[in-house]
Each structure stands twice: as C-alpha cells, then as structure tokens.
T-cell receptor
Framework: AQTVTQSQPEMSVQEAETVTLSCTYDTSESNYYLFWYKQPPSRQMILVIRQEAYKQQNATENRFSVNFQKAAKSFSLKISDSQLGDTAMYFC????????????FGKGTLLTVNP | GAVVSQHPSRVICKSGTSVKIECRSLDFQATTMFWYRQFPKKSLMLMATSNEGSKATYEQGVEKDKFLINHASLTLSTLTVTSAHPEDSSFYICSISEGQVGEKLFFGSGTQLSVL
C-alpha cells in the first residue's frame, strides 16, 4: 500500500518570503501522479500543482513549484513570494495511476503566512 | 473542470436520527464519486467509492450499514448517516473523478455534521 508522509505539522513564513513544504511517499509503482492540494479556512479543497512521475521536469504554477526527486521518493512544494491568502492546510497526495482514481493523502501541513 | 455541489454545508441533528448529504456533479456525468471524512486538523480519509448504478465500495473499517451510499444517477450521489451518534460528528467531503487516469479530483465544499 502507498503511504504519504508530511513531516511538518505546522509551518509559518513571513509575507513575501519563500517556504518549502516537505512530502515523502512510498510506492512500488513506477508510474504515478503526485499532487499538492490546499485547504483554506473555507475548507474547500483546491488543487495547487500536479506532477506526473514519468516527467523529469518539475511542475511549476506561478509562485508554486515542486522539487520532485523520484529516486528519493520526495515531492516538496516551494511557495515563493508568500501571500496572506496562502494561509491554509496543504496536503500532499498520491495517485497510483490505476483505474480506481483513488488518492492517498498525507496528514497535512498547516501553513501560516504572517504579515 | 467539473463543478461539484454539496448540500447541506452544515447540519445539526439529534442522536439516533439519520442525515442525508447530497453531492451533485453540475456539469459532468460522473460514474465515480468519492466520499471522504475529515476530523479537525486531520487529513482526508477515504470512506467509500460510489459507482453509478452499482454498490459502493467501502474502505476497510467503514460500516456500510451506517454510511449508506446511493449513486442512482450520473450527477447525484448521496451519503446517509444512519442512527447518528456524536462520534459521527465530522466534516464530510465528496469528490468526483472525470475518469482520466492521474487527473485531479474535483471536490465539493463539504458538510459539517454535528450530532448532539
């Protein structure tokens, strides 16, 4: 079974600074998909970024980028120029790519952006 | 992307009563929907996979007789919490898959259930 580990329960960052959230996973699959989801205080789950394991290039979405290290099974999220609206729970998630479309979530990291 | 509507957003009920939560796919015919449960400041735990026209697939440890799932159409799945107890109080979230392997899930806005 796949597992997803987020070792930082809480983090804080000053506005405009950069922060990196860690995620590691365990799988025997060779092709899979990784996600970072954001859950702000509204509790609506929002996709931040997605990475396909067969792609070596790290995914980037505006201020959000990942450092995907397949051999190390690591998938960290970097948030640049942090904004107050980035305050949220961040969940790393794994999809084995099977036809059941199921996601396995990490326990989450609560990020607080301070003014 | 798909738009998911979940209703109600918040419900309070008495112990022993049943509560139904609806999850609607507004612009996509979803053959597969997922129901998650989330405790305060915790992660999402998959409860069951709802398949249109067939029985739901429950995760280990989830009581299927307590959490009844009905996916009668391609746009609607319901979760009924039967004979609710205070320990059933939680945040319930539905999501749908557009059926493409490795693509993101679309989430409803969640339902906060409080059982008194």
């Amino acid at each position: 079974a796949q597992t997803v580990t987020q070792s930082q329960p809480e983090m804080s960052v000053q506005e405009a600074e950069t922060v990196t959230l860690s995620c590691t996973y365990d799988t025997s699959e060779s092709n899979y998909y990784l996600f970072w989801y954001k859950q702000p205080p509204s509790r609506q789950m929002i996709l931040v970024i997605r990475q396909e394991a067969y792609k070596q290039q790290n995914a980037t979405e505006n201020r959000f980028s990942v450092n995907f290290q397949k051999a190390a099974k690591s998938f960290s999220l970097k948030i640049s120029d942090s904004q107050l609206g980035d305050t949220a729970m961040y969940f790393c998630a794994f999809d084995s790519g099977g036809s059941n479309y199921k996601l396995t979530f990490g326990k989450g990291t609560l990020l607080t952006v301070n003014p | 992307g798909a738009v998911v509507s979940q209703h109600p957003s918040r419900v309070i009920c008495k112990s022993g009563t049943s509560v139904k939560i609806e999850c609607r796919s507004l612009d996509f015919q979803a053959t597969t929907m997922f129901w998650y449960r989330q405790f305060p400041k915790k992660s999402l735990m998959l409860m069951a996979t709802s398949n249109e026209g067939s029985k739901a697939t429950y995760e280990q440890g989830v009581e299927k007789d307590k959490f009844l799932i009905n996916h009668a159409s391609l746009t609607l799945s319901t979760l009924t919490v039967t004979s609710a107890h205070p320990e059933d109080s939680s945040f319930y979230i539905c999501s749908i898959s557009e059926g493409q392997v490795g693509e993101k899930l679309f989430f409803g806005s969640g339902t906060q259930l409080s059982v008194l």
